[in-house]
């Protein structure tokens, strides 16, 4: 039996892979949100911790992941540093080893062309987060996976590829079900794609910007 503990549990990407391991898998979880009324659907599952809590408190979040063996974070904003600051000094305290960490593209300068010059203008007062976020990982002494997915849509489709830091950023857009699937194949493997930042997009949707925008 495996527990998950998923931060920022209210996101869009967190709310279907919840769907999808309470469907698919055995496993339990703990769910970590601001308002855990927004996850009350969820209340009397017997497999579902609900936690109500702040990123921000290195002690509550610490506490609240003992039980966990794999930390899943969807957490975001213009303090994504500070808040990752602190789940790592969480799971350093309750000696929790293994983290999948929602990033996003350009948070190592990884994207070419005209995409990556828009998408460094669309996002610039996020990417220092991300990029700071980025840093630590590669400090820290955790195994880790890093998620860089491009552009998120809502459609309801699995259809995507990887790329690695070895290789250019390509596609402007990828489905939210999409990014979910590939969490779940961290979870249910942990082992793989270790210390390792890992690029999400959907095949031919390439451009100089998503095809909404």
């Known amino acids: 039996m495996k ?17 999808r391991i309470l469907k698919e898998t055995d496993y339990d979880l703990i769910l970590f949100l601001r308002n855990s009324d927004r996850l009350s659907e969820y209340a009397n599952n017997e497999r579902v911790s609900l936690i109500e809590g702040d990123v921000l408190n290195t002690d509550q979040l610490s506490d609240s992941m003992n039980n966990a063996d794999i930390i899943y974070s969807n957490v975001g904003g213009t ?15 309750a000696n929790k080893r293994r983290l999948i960490f929602i990033s996003a593209l350009g948070s190592h300068r990884e994207v070419p062309e005209k995409f990556g010059e828009w998408n460094e203008q669309a996002i610039a007062a996020f990417l220092p987060g991300f990029r700071e976020s980025a840093k630590m990982l590669e400090d820290s002494n955790l195994i880790y ?23 250019p950023f390509t596609g402007t857009e990828v489905s939210r079900a ?3 699937d590939f969490v779940l194949k961290l979870i249910g493997d942990p082992s793989l794609f270790q210390n390792e930042s890992i690029g999400l997009n959907e095949p031919n949707t390439d451009g100089d910007k998503p095809s909404w925008m």
Do not use: C, F
């Open 3 to 19: 527990t998950v503990m998923i931060l920022g549990a209210h996101g869009g990407t967190a709310r279907i892979a919840t769907d």
């Open 145 to 167: 996976t890093e998620i860089r997915p491009s552009w998120l849509t809502n459609n309801n489709e699995i259809d995507y590829e990887t790329t690695t830091l070895n290789e």
């Open 79 to 93: 303090d994504l540093a500070n808040q990752t600051k602190s789940i790592l000094n969480a799971m350093y305290k």
């Open 178 to 180: 999409s990014v979910a």
